[in-house]
């Protein structure tokens, strides 16, 4: 009986050692598009640099169909008509990602201590948790984050240092104003890095018009800098100023 049933043929690395992330990708990939797959591993290093050698590649996986060779991962998922990311994109992803995580950990707190969804108190807790996250994410490289931070902030330009000491600085402010500690420390430090962080966005993006990428979620992200960077920084601005209000220091 006659089957129109597709089939691709993969081959991948699958060594004792390692396995290819990227040929589990594609099997999986093919698999779910309704290809019945024939799996062929290349499991030394000899095995691979002779398959590599014979078809002119220069990595593995590689997908066959009908005879004809496909390519790696991305190719297959062109092949299949399926999307495929460009890494140098520039993509909001990173910063929604970050805060939607904090807001819904800020509901969570909230829920859980006080019996309720949302109050005052969430809103500070999602701002001080957002501090602290986007801290975290430039302190994974300081110097990769100070390198893109001197494209646009107006002090740093003037004082390099002040680009290794921001992330440490955001850093300690949120951290002291997720337990409300120490507010004669935390309010100054977010209304002087907000400030000055806003004056430098607005000034770049809004008055100079420059194009460039944010080093708001650290410096290893395609985030453009604009709208969602500025937020960060009215953000810290908008918790400082309603702490000292909150506090009675007007």
């Known amino acids: ?76 998922r062109k092949h299949l008509g399926k999307p495929v990311r460009d890494p140098n994109a520039t993509s909001y992803r990173p910063v929604a990602a970050l805060f939607a995580m904090t807001a819904l950990s800020a509901l969570a707190l909230n829920k859980g201590i006080y019996g309720s969804w949302i109050s005052i108190q969430a809103i500070e807790w999602f701002i001080a948790l957002s501090m602290v996250v986007l801290a975290l994410l430039k302190l994974q490289n300081v110097e990769t984050f100070s390198t893109m931070f001197l494209n646009y ?66 410096g290893a992200n395609n985030v453009p800098l604009g709208f969602i960077s500025l937020t960060e920084n009215l953000m810290m601005v908008g918790m400082g100023l309603w702490m000292w209000y909150a506090h009675g220091w007007f």
């Open 1 to 76: 009986m006659a089957t129109n049933k597709k089939r691709a043929v993969l081959y991948r690395m699958m060594t004792p050692k390692h396995q290819c992330p990227y040929g589990l990708k594609t099997l999986h990939l093919l698999r779910q598009s309704g290809y019945e797959v024939e799996d062929r591993h290349l499991t030394s290093r000899e095995e691979i640099d002779a398959f590599k050698q014979k078809h002119d590649v220069k990595t593995t996986p590689q997908v066959f169909i009908e005879d004809q060779r496909i390519g790696g991962y991305e190719a297959v």
């Open 153 to 218: 902030d107006v002090l740093a330009k003037r004082w390099v240092p002040y680009g290794y000491v921001y992330p440490y600085a955001e850093g300690l402010a949120g951290v002291l104003m997720v337990g409300g500690l120490l507010n004669w420390l935390s309010i100054p430090l977010a209304l002087f890095i907000g400030t000055v962080g806003a004056v430098s966005v607005f000034k770049a993006v809004y008055i100079d018009k420059r194009e460039l990428k944010c080093a708001c979620v650290g």
